[in-house]
């Protein structure tokens, strides 16, 4: 894991900054203000991961979808 989103606090882990995992993460937090709150987010995100893994996941496979291509400098 290089990336973790906790309501609107992104982090990540030193070296591992780019602008894919960095739209990827703020696409989590879109997410999260669709659903009302983290709250009411979590339990599905963590039951779609349960039900399918986390690189099937719906929502792993939303943020990838948008995710923004080239590296920070």
Not at 1 to 27: A, D, F, K, P, Y
Not at 42 to 59: A, K, M, N, T, W
Request: one cysteine or more; hydrophobic letters at 40%; glycine letters at 6%.
């Amino acid at each position: 894991m290089v990336g973790l989103t906790l309501e609107h606090s992104i982090l990540i882990r030193r070296g591992q900054m780019s602008r894919r995992l960095l739209s990827h993460e703020c696409h989590h937090v879109f997410r999260y203000e669709q659903a009302g709150s983290i709250a009411a987010f979590l339990p599905l995100y963590l039951q779609s991961i349960v039900e399918v893994g986390y690189r099937d996941s719906r929502f792993e496979k939303d943020a990838r979808a948008h995710e923004l291509g080239s590296e920070f400098d």
